[in-house]
């Protein structure tokens, strides 16, 4: 089963997922995608951990995130931003498309395993026309992917101030663009 949860910045996307992980199993993986940049950072993450609590596995994997040993697990992949932050930024010769292709086959095999996986994205071109020529690109990186990754979703939300909109229920065809 694939869940894919997206939404804006604290839209309640991790708090969702994490619920929804934790009805499905005593003992969820957490997979980390983030890399840890500054200290604010590295104790936003340390505060998430503990707000987990013990019963969560805790996995950090910042790029390839097929190669965690999850098969037969209940997994939280939080997120898919962070990690193609570090995809597009560790591979800046390569074209946008280049990168993309990338990241679908990673992801592609990921999903490949017996996992249940509970995916955590950001929508972040609801805003305006982003300023920078790097900040464009990534954008367009961002949605692709995020549409990808919809497509092959058994399930969909959205979440908005903390209230999940079910985009896709199990069943449901998708019409994304690039499936």
């Known amino acids: 089963m694939l869940y894919f949860i997206t939404g804006g910045q604290r839209s309640g996307k ?8 934790l009805e499905k199993s005593f003992n969820p993986v957490y997979l980390a995608t983030a890399r840890i940049w500054d200290d604010d950072f590295r104790q936003r993450v340390e505060r998430h951990q503990r707000d987990r609590g013990p019963e969560w596995t805790n996995i950090e994997e910042p ?8 098969a037969g697990r209940v997994v939280v992949l939080d997120c898919i931003t962070l990690w193609l932050t570090n995809l597009f930024f560790d591979h800046q010769e390569k074209s946008v498309d280049e990168v993309l292709e990338m990241a679908k086959a990673e992801f592609d095999k990921l999903i490949k395993k017996d996992v249940t996986l509970i995916v955590i994205s950001n929508e972040i071109g609801l805003g305006g026309h982003a300023e920078s020529e790097v900040a464009r690109r990534f954008t367009d990186l961002q ?7 919809a497509a092959r979703a058994d399930e969909a939300t959205l979440m908005v101030a903390g209230l999940p909109l079910k985009l896709k229920e199990p069943g449901a065809k998708s019409m994304a663009h690039g499936a």
């Open 14 to 21: 991790s708090n969702y997922a994490q619920k929804l992980a």
């Open 63 to 70: 790029l390839n995130i097929s190669t965690c040993h999850v």
């Open 143 to 149: 949605g692709w992917m995020n549409q990808h990754i």
